[in-house]
């Protein structure tokens, strides 16, 4: 099992830059497949980025070109750099661990970006 502690949401203007951390406590971190998921108001939850195990990566088209996803298995973390922010980006975000088939989600962090 894992534990997921996002951090680093927050208040940013449109064109801005956030990053959020996601620390894993618990099972092996390098063993899991990781991602970020984003829900909107009143929207369901959907993918932004993910990561393997051996780092490769995918990304919504939403998010291309602009968001990056990292991993560091030494720190038990997962990043996601978020670059020229929208409107649109707002909502909270979701880290996901995946593991065998199981999921596990953090408790969310809020991401607003004001126009």
């Known amino acids: 099992q894992v534990h997921l502690v996002e951090s680093g949401g927050g208040l940013v203007q449109a064109g801005g830059s956030l990053r959020l951390s996601c620390l894993a406590f618990?099972?092996?971190?390098?063993?899991?497949?990781m991602g970020w998921h984003r829900q909107a108001p009143g929207k369901e939850r959907e993918l932004v980025a993910g990561?393997?195990?051996?780092?490769?990566?995918n990304y919504a088209g939403s998010a291309s070109g602009r968001f990056t996803i990292s991993r560091d298995n030494a720190k038990n973390t997962v990043y996601l750099q978020m670059n020229s922010l929208k409107p649109e980006d707002t909502g909270v975000y979701y880290c996901?661990?995946?593991?065998?088939?199981?999921?596990?989600w953090g408790q969310g962090t809020q991401v607003t970006v004001s126009s």
């Open positions: 618990g099972d092996a971190f390098r063993i899991f497949a």
């Open positions: 990561i393997s195990t051996d780092g490769r990566t």
């Open positions: 996901r661990g995946e593991k065998y088939g199981v999921l596990y």
